[in-house]
């Protein structure tokens, strides 16, 4: 549709709203039925909310929920569990003494330390093959909460004594 047709039915219009009382009425309910002006105020106000919800919800939903469990190391083992597929994998888990935040009491928690777990000693980068842990010796591990099992991020163990 060209402008001048368009122009044409608006004209068409005015005059078919010209028998309404109030002359403001008339230019409002025209520019509404032919989308000139009318509802621009309200489809900025929804944008803006839209994006302010927008800003605050997007980065909630993109960071991971980590946890940090500190505590002391019980045992470090490797462990071979059945494939459905066949064959084995193995597994080295870290058993630590974690402090329960809710109830207070200690209760051992076992970490699965995968090869894309990041694993530290005193601030220094370890291999996953080359971890050693001894009894008693303090451990801060972080998981993320929204995965299922206990898949353990990053690893921190304090100097070796």
């Given at each position: 549709m060209?402008?001048?047709?368009?122009?044409?039915r608006?004209?068409?219009?005015?005059?078919d709203?010209?028998?309404?009382?109030v002359?403001k009425?008339?230019?409002?309910?025209a520019?509404?039925?032919?989308?000139?002006?009318?509802?621009?105020?309200?489809?900025?106000?929804?944008?803006?909310?839209?994006?302010?919800?927008?800003?605050?919800?997007?980065?909630a939903?993109?960071?991971a929920?980590?946890?940090?469990?500190?505590?002391?190391?019980?045992?470090?083992?490797?462990?071979?569990?059945?494939?459905?597929?066949?064959?084995?994998?193995?597994?080295?888990?870290?058993?630590?003494?974690?402090?329960?935040p809710?109830t207070?009491r200690?209760?051992?928690?076992?970490?699965?330390?995968?090869?894309?777990?990041k694993?530290?000693r005193?601030?220094?980068?370890?291999?996953?093959?080359?971890?050693?842990?001894q009894?008693?010796e303090?451990?801060?591990?972080?998981?993320?909460?929204?995965?299922?099992?206990?898949?353990?991020?990053?690893?921190?163990?304090d100097?070796?004594?």
């Amino acid at each position: 549709m060209s402008s001048e047709q368009g122009g044409a039915r608006y004209n068409a219009a005015m005059s078919d709203f010209a028998r309404l009382p109030v002359p403001k009425l008339r230019r409002d309910l025209a520019a509404a039925a032919f989308g000139r002006g009318g509802g621009s105020t309200i489809r900025r106000t929804t944008g803006t909310l839209v994006a302010a919800v927008a800003l605050v919800v997007v980065p909630a939903l993109l960071s991971a929920h980590e946890v940090t469990h500190n505590g002391t190391v019980v045992a470090l083992k490797t462990a071979k569990y059945a494939q459905p597929s066949g064959g084995t994998r193995e597994v080295r888990e870290l058993e630590v003494a974690v402090v329960d935040p809710k109830t207070k009491r200690v209760a051992n928690r076992v970490f699965t330390i995968t090869d894309k777990t990041k694993i530290t000693r005193a601030g220094k980068p370890v291999t996953t093959a080359d971890v050693t842990a001894q009894k008693d010796e303090k451990v801060a591990v972080v998981v993320d909460h929204d995965k299922p099992g206990d898949e353990a991020i990053q690893v921190r163990f304090d100097a070796a004594k």
